[in-house]
């Protein structure tokens, strides 16, 4: 649960320079070099070539990406030397003003990450090639002259590219420490993009190494005014490999093996979800990858990171669309997604039969095998209900019938809250976590703030789901508070609210309002709200939920919604690798 410090939130407005920013062209030419790495001397991944194959035809097909305009470079293929090469070729192969599309799937491994020259923490890595030896006998130097690291290898042809051309970076690898221990058994490890290299290593362990916090130039700004770059998980988090074998419990958008980054990313371009949130016409970049990151996150352990997050360019390179579809079109039309999933799907472990029983009889409840809501599932002595990326939701100290099943009733009351989406909506608003960098996984007493911003002037609301299914209202937490938050203005509220019990995931939901609400004082610094209640039913009343199968208020023009997942852990739990 996220609790309020009730600490004077602090106001300030982010001033962007235009300077450096290329500006869209209509005209501009198309260019994608696609690397795809599964076999390599250890650690064979089976998404990698799937993943490029996928790319190309969608690109080609959808997006006006000429044939002879994708570079591919597939498993041996991509020795180190081809890959710079290829890289440095864009240059020539491009006109200024025109989009770059470079993709990465493949393996990543850790311990200094230079990528893209930011000022990130020790606990990164660097770009695996197909040709990199692993043997532990190679001196340093030699290990590492065969990786690809981004200061030494990527940036003095990143910079060229950065002067005039539009840049999109997307890695599906890892560049992560460890992973936080999870609900059930841990996964094999050939399901990680992850190669963790032998101690004697140019990344062997350092005493003095410090906190990631303590690692972070928190000043350095980010190098690029024209690229953008999502990476698929977070600093404490694995890149997922979906396998053959794994299919039947992560469906991939075309039953082949994928990367859960890449995966998802081809259901945006495949026009599966709503992207245009604002309903302008384009898909920008911010949206995509908040799209991107809102699949991968409900189905699997990792949170894709987008840089540059603030500084400099930052709005303009999130506001910049960059996949424009083949007849201008967008892939979507939102007034297909009003209707929402009338049921809560569940999947329960096999051991838990008499659960199974029970909650099958639950009105607005399927009990599933694949693509769950919801699962349940023993750890010990305790039944735990989990998401589908088996983060815990919460934990039952014993097998109680009453206790389990009152909780997925509860869930199903609050499911239509938290996935309530404005398809018809006319304005962005955006809330990340405050400060240099992000993460989702929060430890027990741990402080944390948010930012919170909007295109267009709004009254604010910011709620947490915790993992009870109880709601707190973290914005406003007094009067004061609702004033009009403008655009241009990011509203910040540093260190103000503290994790404690009951802990696991974390819905952190922000509503912006163009005409504010009557009733938006009855909500001021309110805990506790629970389903069922009389003020619970006011909230639902407020955002635009009317029951778990009304939608009649899906459609308000005046209102916008954006949400953040976290990830709770007490102190003890954390300290388990």
């Known amino acids: 649960m996220i609790c309020n410090l009730k600490i004077t939130a602090a106001i300030g407005v982010l001033i962007l320079s235009m300077a450096g920013l290329v500006a869209p062209n209509v005209n501009a030419a198309n260019h994608a070099l696609l690397i795809g790495i599964g076999q390599y001397k250890t650690r064979t991944l089976e998404g990698p070539p799937h993943d490029v194959a996928a790319l190309k035809t969608v690109l080609a097909s959808k997006y006006d990406f000429k044939h002879e305009n994708i570079r591919v470079l597939i498993n041996q293929e991509a020795a180190k030397s081809r890959i710079l090469g290829e890289i440095q070729q864009l240059a020539h192969r491009s006109q200024p003003g025109d989009r770059i599309f470079i993709y990465f799937s493949g ?3 850790s311990r200094r990450d230079d990528l893209m020259a930011l000022p990130l923490p020790h606990t ?28 030494r290898d990527l940036r003095p042809m990143l910079e060229q590219l950065d002067r005039d051309r539009q840049v999109l970076m997307v890695f599906d690898t890892c560049f992560s420490g460890n992973t936080v221990r999870s609900v059930g058994a841990n ?42 770059y999502i990476s698929a998980s977070s600093e404490n988090e694995i890149a997922r490999d979906i396998q053959r074998d794994l299919l039947y419990l992560y469906p991939t958008i075309d039953g082949k093996p994928h990367g859960a980054l890449t995966d998802s990313l081809l259901r945006v371009l495949d026009g599966q979800v709503q992207i245009d949130t604002n309903n302008d016409g384009a898909w920008s970049q911010m949206e995509m990858y908040t799209a991107i990151r809102s699949i991968v996150q409900k189905r699997f352990k990792q949170t894709p990171q987008a840089l540059p997050k603030q500084g400099g360019n930052a709005k303009n390179l999130h506001a910049r669309a960059f996949f424009v579809r083949s007849g201008q079109g967008l892939a979507t039309d939102s007034r297909k997604l ?18 199974k029983r029970h909650i099958s009889q639950i009105g607005g409840v399927e009990i599933v095998s694949a693509e769950p809501d919801l699962i349940l ?31 997925i009733r509860r869930h199903l009351r609050i499911q239509p ?112 709200i629970h389903p069922g209640s009389v003020l619970f039913s006011e909230l639902e009343q407020l955002v635009g939920v009317y029951g778990i199968k009304s939608i009649q208020y899906a459609t308000r023009l005046d209102a916008a919604q954006a949400a953040l997942k976290l990830i709770s852990y007490p102190q003890l739990h954390m300290s388990r690798q």
Request: proline share 7%; net charge negative.
């Open 107 to 109: 393996h990543g491994t």
């Open 187 to 228: 996964q094999p490890l050939n399901l990680s993009r992850h190669i963790r290299l032998d101690s004697k290593s140019v990344f062997e362990e350092e005493r003095s190494i410090g906190s990631f916090e303590e690692n972070i130039i928190r000043n350095e700004p980010y190098p690029y005014q024209n690229i953008f």
């Open 338 to 355: 009003i209707a929402t999933r009338p049921t809560l799907r569940v999947r329960i472990e096999k051991r838990l039969s008499l659960l």
């Open 377 to 407: 599932a023993k750890d010990g002595d305790a039944v735990v209900l989990a998401l589908p990326n088996m983060h815990p939701l919460c934990r039952f100290t014993s097998s109680d019938i009453h206790q389990v099943v009152d909780r």
């Open 417 to 528: 809250l938290v996935n309530l989406a404005y398809p018809h909506q006319q304005f962005n608003v955006a809330i990340e976590l405050s400060g240099s960098y992000q993460k989702s996984i929060i430890s027990e007493d741990e402080t944390l703030g948010f930012e919170i911003s909007t295109e267009k002037p709004a009254y604010m609301l910011l709620i947490d789901v915790d993992p009870a299914g109880a709601v707190h209202v973290l914005y406003p937490s007094d009067p004061s508070e609702l004033k009009l938050l403008i655009p241009g203005e990011k509203r910040i509220l540093p260190d103000r609210f503290r994790v404690h019990w009951p802990f696991g995931t974390e819905t952190v939901k922000l509503f912006a309002f163009a005409n504010k609400p009557p009733t938006l004082e009855l909500f001021v610094g309110k805990e506790d």
């Open 124 to 151: 990164s890595g660097a770009l695996v090639p197909a040709d990199f030896n692993m043997d532990a006998n190679q001196s340093i130097e030699v290990l590492m002259s065969q990786l690809i690291v981004g200061k």
